[in-house]
């Protein structure tokens, strides 16, 4: 897919760290076959602003909320799959067609499920929790591994 390039006046202003400037944007080169969500703004600075049609959710897990695209790869907790197992996220905070349709959930958005496929278990780094009190000669060192799990995001079915 060949990249639409625009100039964008306002892009150049901003690069620039001036104020002002127009919305508008000049048509530098056009391809038939660019995509007409797709804008890509060339500066002055050097600068370039993507602007894409994409469509994405923010879902919770585990008291955590991540903002998810298809193909995307998150770290969650550890969850009790084998990997390569198939997982469906159906807390669904917010979720978007990509074409300015947001739906926003109260608390979750109804018939909305992220799905995603187990990549990898594992720990992460060591820290080290340490516990002193002073002139009572306690000392404890603890340390501790969180437990997570890779998950690659491979479709998003909106209602």
């Known amino acids: ?39 890509t703004c060339l500066t ?3 600068w370039l602003c993507y602007g894409f049609a994409v469509m994405y959710a923010i879902i919770e897990t585990d008291g955590k909320q991540f903002r998810v695209s298809e193909g995307d790869t998150i770290r969650c907790d550890a969850i009790d799959r084998e990997i390569g197992a198939e997982i469906a996220f159906e807390r669904v905070v917010l979720a978007s067609a990509g074409k300015g349709k947001v739906s926003v959930g109260a608390p979750h958005v ?27 000669r ?7 591994r969180q437990r997570f799990a890779e998950v690659k995001i491979t479709k998003i079915d909106l209602p």
């Open 44 to 46: 002055a600075g050097g």
């Open 138 to 144: 306690v000392r404890k060192l603890v340390g501790h």
């Open 110 to 136: 109804t018939g909305a499920k992220v799905t995603g496929t187990v990549i990898r278990q594992a720990k992460d780094k060591k820290i080290l929790v340490f516990k002193y009190k002073p002139k009572k």
């Open 1 to 39: 897919m060949a990249i639409a390039k625009t100039k964008c006046a306002k892009a150049s202003s901003v690069a620039a760290g001036l104020s002002g400037g127009s919305w508008e944007a000049t048509p530098l080169e056009l391809a038939p076959e660019d995509s007409p969500t797709l804008l």
